[in-house]
């Protein structure tokens, strides 16, 4: 992590960019940094909207979209702050200007920054007296809302969640892979708002209309690609996989019609006194039956099969589907299906993952590889894991946040530099 000083003049920095340019980019970069007021997540997910072409502080005062009274507090002080930075005179020389912003958002008295060396020229120093190291004691309790991802994070590797959700000790710039999906998320939300109910006689204007989003998304995205060359390549990649997925859309209209109800559909649930939040990719309605399905696309790695995603579920890897059955049902929907799109290898068939929700779990719950069937008392059970996290990490008693044992989830980690308890990687074999 930088140092305080050097964060501060980062932020600064941006600061002034904004003033001069009154460009979207330092002005998604100061949101997210950790001297704007603004939580992590929070900050992080008004950032991504802002990359889509949103104007964040228009959006953070219309409440969109919307969020807990103190993260609305920061972020409505943080649009005030920016709009003050506007505001101040033009023709002021970088010092003035720097100093201006500091005082609007009061960094120099929240950083803790020592001044300058030059400042300190000619003084006389001291040295102080060693004193006695504090004892140790358990982290701080999380006081802010969780997410089925957070706690997903939490049991791939608590270390991993203590980093990047209680300290925000490393900013990631993303990769090529998260880039990649968010501009088909983009592109595929865009879609179905113009093609919420997928017909064959509709089939050319879907195929042209999905070139055209997706064409779109990547180019807001281009940002998020190191080259030109990996850009164009991820972009052929999304327009196949985009074609292949109506392919898939064709057969499902007329095997089973249904009509898309919503798109990134915002997900607030209060379970056991604790907010849980997220967004829901898709929300759709079974034309025969009325009941609701709950979709959520994947463009990286997830389970091979409706057995395996069951198991990881049983076993509390994963949350995401379960927190959205719960979070629909609260809203009076009568959710009957949870599926998985999978959109990451635009050589394959879309092949959704798709759960059949009965009142209870069958020892014989599997249809074949892509359709199976989920218990409502196994949501139930992932639903009390859930809170039995959240009391956990809201408790103050932990002391250490112990990594993983899998080294694997330490391949992609972003934290794994700077994790000097992260497991060896297993050793590679090579036949003799």
């Not at 898709?282 to 009941?291: A, E, P, T």
């Amino acid at each position: 992590m930088l140092p305080d000083r050097a964060q501060v003049s980062t932020f600064l920095e941006d600061a002034a960019e904004w003033h001069r340019s009154r460009a979207n980019e330092p002005l998604l970069r100061l949101i997210r940094s950790p001297w704007s007021g603004v939580e992590h997540d929070v900050a992080a997910a008004y950032a991504a909207l802002g990359r889509r072409g949103g104007a964040i502080l228009e959006m953070v005062e219309r409440g969109q979209p919307p969020v807990p009274p103190p993260q609305r507090e920061q972020l409505l002080r943080f649009a005030r702050n920016a709009r003050r930075v506007l505001e101040v005179p033009n023709g002021l020389d970088e010092t003035a200007l720097r100093r201006s912003i500091a005082e609007i958002f009061e960094v120099a008295e929240k950083s803790g920054t020592t001044p300058p060396a030059e400042a300190l020229s000619g003084a006389s120093l001291e040295l102080a007296e060693a004193c006695e190291p504090e004892p140790a004691g358990p982290i701080a309790p999380w006081r802010h809302h969780f997410s089925a991802s957070s706690l997903n994070t939490f049991g791939e590797c608590a270390r991993k969640w203590f980093y990047k959700y209680a300290c925000a000790a490393v900013e990631d710039p993303g990769s090529s892979a998260s880039a990649y999906g968010k501009a088909l998320h983009v592109a595929l939300e865009d879609f179905h708002g113009e093609f919420p109910r997928p017909r064959r006689a509709d089939e050319a204007a879907m195929r042209r209309r999905i070139r055209e989003y997706v064409t779109w998304a990547f180019a807001a995205s281009r940002d998020g690609f190191a080259t030109a060359v990996e850009y164009k390549l991820q972009l052929r990649r999304a327009q196949r996989t985009a074609q292949r997925y109506v392919d898939w859309l064709m057969v499902e209209a007329k095997e089973a019609p249904f009509v898309v109800l919503g798109r990134e559909v915002a997900a607030s649930l209060e379970m056991a006194g604790r907010p849980f939040v997220g967004y829901i990719d898709r929300i759709d309605r079974d034309d025969v039956s009325g009941g609701i399905r709950v979709v959520d696309y994947k463009t990286g790695n997830i389970a091979m099969s409706a057995s395996e995603y069951c198991e990881k579920v049983r076993r509390f890897r994963d949350f995401q589907l379960p927190f959205y059955y719960w979070a629909r049902t609260a809203e009076g929907d009568r959710v009957t299906k949870l599926v998985l799109i999978p959109l990451k290898d635009a050589l394959l068939d879309v092949r959704p993952i798709v759960l059949q929700v009965l009142p209870r779990s069958s020892a014989s719950n599997n249809w074949g590889d892509a359709c199976g069937t989920i218990g409502v008392d196994e949501l139930e059970r992932s639903r009390t894991r859930m809170i039995e996290l959240s009391d956990r990490l809201a408790s103050g008693t932990i002391a250490q946040f112990e990594p993983t044992k899998d080294s694997d989830a330490c391949t992609y980690c972003a934290y794994a530099a700077a994790c000097a308890r992260r497991p060896a990687p297993e050793r590679r074999r090579f036949g003799y």
